[in-house]
């Protein structure tokens, strides 16, 4: 008797595949299926076998956070700021520190 696996969540492919599916949805049409599959198809043709480092954030982003946390920090809320802005402790850590040292 074979066992049927779960669908890994985590698949950076089928990520692509839900998430091209669902701008396809959100432009009108009915079934993003097939663009989908012909985007990650297209991905996999150039950047297959690649180390592809995708960012959480850009620079716009970044920046944010750095003003939100320089305006924000009390010097007790550390992890408060870190759960709210969607980081990690340790880039608020970093962000007070280059933020001291500058002053």
Same mark, same amino acid.
């Given at each position: 008797? *074979? /066992? ?29 299926? #097939? ?14 076998? *690649? ?9 716009? #982003?970044? /920046? ?28 608020? /850590? ?5 933020? /001291?040292?500058?002053?």
């Amino acid at each position: 008797m *074979s /066992q049927t696996r779960k669908p890994d969540p985590h698949d950076p492919l089928r990520i692509l595949l839900e998430e091209a599916a669902a701008v396809a949805r959100a432009f009108g049409l009915a079934s993003g299926d #097939d663009l989908s599959r012909a985007l990650v198809d297209r991905l996999m043709l150039r950047l297959g076998g *690649s180390y592809l480092y995708v960012p959480r954030r850009v620079g716009a #982003d970044r /920046q944010r956070v750095r003003e939100e946390v320089a305006r924000r920090f009390d010097g007790t809320n550390t992890r408060a700021l870190a759960l709210d802005l969607g980081v990690t402790v340790r880039y608020v /850590q970093q962000i007070v520190k280059d933020a /001291q040292r500058r002053t």
